[in-house]
């Protein structure tokens, strides 16, 4: 069992930048991979940024490519979205997941196996 807890987010003028955190309890942290969706009003939920289990690897949307890093400190149980040139099409609510699968870069929902109660990311024009 993982449980996943997302704090950083809030309100933020369009080309600024946040950065989240997603905490997770359990001794088994380090043996997931982790990924970062989104879901704005009316949308469904989507794809933001997956890593490995030892970070060795990332995958990003493409709408986010060279603006999101995804990163992860498996000491402190935490993995991190710094999110820069935030664009008012940003704004949603993050969620972070946790999938057993170690290696894993899934970009789908159900590949992953637990998830956070989202943090709310606004982006202002």
């Known amino acids: 069992q993982v449980h996943l807890v997302e704090s950083g987010g809030g309100l933020v003028q369009a080309g600024g930048s946040l950065r989240l955190s997603c905490a997770a309890s359990?001794?088994?942290?380090?043996?997931?991979?982790m990924g970062w969706f989104r879901q704005a009003p009316g949308k469904e939920r989507e794809f933001v940024a997956a890593?490995?289990?030892?970070?060795?690897?990332?995958y990003y949307a493409d709408s986010v490519k060279g603006r999101f890093t995804i990163s992860r400190d498996n000491a402190k149980n935490t993995v991190f979205l710094q999110m820069n040139s935030l664009k008012p099409e940003d704004t949603a609510v993050y969620y972070c997941?946790?999938?057993?699968?170690?290696?894993?870069?899934?970009?789908?929902?159900?590949?992953?196996?637990?998830w956070g109660q989202g943090t709310q990311v606004t982006v202002s024009s």
């Open positions: 890593i490995t289990y030892s970070g060795g690897s990332t």
């Open positions: 997941a946790a999938n057993r699968q170690r290696y894993s870069l899934s970009v789908a929902l159900g590949s992953y196996d637990y």
């Open positions: 359990g001794r088994t942290f380090s043996s997931y991979a």
